[in-house]
């Protein structure tokens, strides 16, 4: 009997054990942890990287912005990918990819190099992420995927976390290049699990990959994010932030009429007519600009406003609203039979919009126990909507396009989470004072809002159904 064949009779029968969907999500959920946890890992070591790297902290800054963009441009085209050739195929070569350029970044010569190791190992590590879903999704009946999916949101929020949390004192202990090293040995471990362990998914052997749609989305999602992200920096007039405004819409109208026109379009565009799958899309990118908006604003408030100016402090202050989203993923994931995901998602916004003010209120009170409160109840309302709306853009498309659906909701959190920021550090500017970031959180509770307006219009299915 070959290899090939004995893999396939393992994996059929660890398919009968009674608890098989279940050991598919934790070791799912370990993946998406190993590859999640470095995209932050760095943050608050940029300047000692800098100075090792005999480079500027502008220079390295791209250390950050690079591996953003590409996990914004490989998500949707890496579920596309998994929904043709099969999602366990793209989990184990993204998961196998992603651990091997983990270690190349620790053998990185200079600023170069770092920011090409960092990007392409975010980049094939995104492809765990629509796979990943798609594989639960598979798993699990439309009645649990709720469930699951708050534990796998859970998770997706808290790796970060404990990346900017524990970044600066992991690499003071170990070294930044160490860090990586460290990643690969978990991630082989769970990769080599991974092998007979994850299902097969369908696959479309007789579809065309959308190549042209593929270049055009890349292209758009790119320029868009890179304007974006860099406008407030380098200016609005700069060269490429004014190309990146250009390319990025100009981009996604060429893609748009190549999917109109293509037999097999990268993304369907009659996804667009469903309200199963466009409002979750629009909740999480408003969810997504005034969650992250202010995540990335806190830290200079509790200094300018608390005066808080040690890197731990403000760190554990911080891991409140991480933590607050991992408790209100799992518990909407838990009450979602009973609620249904409209419900939750109307409440989720609802609180996150009050925590979000009541956030302002007491930053003008100086009130830094209500601040830490209310962060970690603001993540809670964040938290809630997660998984809702996930299992609602799963469950308004058919199982063989899980892949690319799911892909395109984790694009557009991107797209949400770089404009929140980019608006509220325009919003900020130079001023430090407690006005100021006031305004920074109502102008955020009306973003939230919004987002809760957006979901009442969510089609009233409960998606455990």
């Known amino acids: ?11 059929r029968q660890f398919q009968d054990w009674p608890n098989y969907r279940w050991a598919v999500l934790g070791l799912t ?17 940029l300047p000692e990287i800098a100075n090792d790297l005999t480079t500027t902290e502008s220079a390295v800054s791209w250390v950050q912005t690079a591996p953003l963009i590409a996990m914004a441009m490989g998500t949707p085209i890496a579920g596309k990918v998994g929904d043709l050739y099969g999602h366990r195929r793209l989990y184990l070569w993204g998961y196998a990819l992603a651990t091997g350029f983990a270690v190349l970044t620790g053998l990185a010569w200079d600023v170069g190099s770092l920011v090409a190791m960092r990007t392409l190992g975010q980049f094939f590590g995104a492809a765990t992420l629509p796979a990943s879903m798609a594989i639960i999704m598979t798993v699990f009946a439309r009645r649990e995927r709720a469930l699951a999916l708050g534990y796998w949101s859970a998770v997706t929020a808290m790796s970060p976390a404990i990346g900017v949390t524990f970044g600066g004192f992991m690499v003071d202990a170990f070294g930044w290049r160490t860090i990586f090293f460290i990643q690969a040995v978990p991630s082989m471990i769970a990769l080599l699990a991974a092998i007979p362990l994850l299902p097969d998914t369908a696959r479309k052997p007789e579809v065309r990959f959308d190549i042209g749609g593929a270049a055009s989305l890349g292209l758009a999602v790119a320029g868009l994010l890179m304007a974006i992200n860099r ?6 007039g700069h060269p490429l932030v004014v190309a990146g405004l250009a390319v990025g819409p100009t981009a996604l109208m060429v893609f748009a ?58 760190s554990a202050a911080l891991i409140a609203r991480p933590v607050g989203f991992s408790a209100g993923a799992w518990y909407a994931g838990r009450v979602d039979s009973r609620w249904g995901g409209r419900t939750i998602m109307v409440a989720g916004a609802v609180i996150m919009a009050i925590a979000l003010a009541g956030t302002g209120a007491s930053i003008l009170a100086g009130w830094l126990a209500g601040v830490i409160v209310l962060l970690f109840v603001a993540g809670v309302g964040q938290g809630a909507i997660r998984p809702a709306a996930v299992a ?26 770089a404009t929140g920021i980019t608006i509220m550090i325009t919003v900020l500017g130079s001023s430090d004072s407690s006005e100021r970031y ?17 979901a009442r219009w969510s089609p009233k299915l409960r998606t455990s159904r």
């Open 1 to 11: 009997m070959s290899t090939s064949s004995q893999f396939t009779g393992r994996r």
């Open 29 to 45: 959920m370990a993946g998406i942890a190993s590859t999640s946890f470095p995209i932050t890992v760095l943050s608050a070591s």
């Open 231 to 236: 406008g407030p920096e380098w200016g609005w």
């Open 257 to 314: 009429a190549i999917e109109r026109h293509t037999a097999d379009p990268l993304f369907p565009l009659d996804f667009l007519r469903r309200r199963g799958f466009v409002i979750p899309n629009l909740v999480t990118f408003l969810g997504h600009m005034a969650y992250m908006g202010t995540f990335v604003v806190a830290p200079f408030m509790l200094e300018g406003a608390f005066g808080i100016t040690e890197v731990s402090r403000i």
């Open 392 to 417: 609602g853009v799963a469950n308004s498309v058919d199982d063989a396009d899980l892949g690319v659906a799911s892909g395109a909701l984790q694009m557009i959190g991107h797209i949400g989470a």
């Open 438 to 454: 006031f305004a920074i959180f109502l102008l955020a509770a009306a973003i939230a809002s919004m987002s809760a307006f957006s």
